[in-house]
């Protein structure tokens, strides 16, 4: 199992920027995907941003352009630099690794206000 650790969710106006990190230990497989995902009550899980271990990188459409996924493979942990914030990307942001397993971290809220 992996554990994760998020943290740098919070209130910010639109048009501000915001940036999220998660640390990921325990049960680390070396081929594996860590990236970001968000959900509002009532709507599905949506995609924000994925990142493999050899690079590859995915985005959400609603994202693309404004955030911006990287990694630091020797420390197992994923950014998310998230600028020109709208007040639709509000959410709770869930970072995920993809290994032999999925897991998931507690969640981070960002909020923005207009």
């Known amino acids: 199992q992996v554990q994760l650790v998020e943290s740098g969710g919070g209130l910010v106006q639109a048009g501000g920027s915001l940036r999220l990190s998660c640390a990921a230990s325990g049960s680390i497989f070396s081929i594996n995907v860590m990236g970001w995902y968000r959900q509002v009550p009532g709507k599905e899980r949506e995609l924000v941003a994925t990142i493999s271990s050899g690079g590859s990188i995915m985005y959400g459409d609603s994202v693309k352009g404004r955030f911006t996924i990287s990694r630091d493979n020797a420390k197992n942990t994923v950014f998310l630099q998230m600028n020109s914030l709208k007040p639709e990307d509000t959410a709770v942001y869930y970072c995920?690794?993809?290994?032999?397993?999925?897991?998931w971290g507690q969640g981070t809220q960002v909020t923005v206000s207009s």
């Open positions: 995920t690794f993809m290994g032999l397993r999925i897991d």
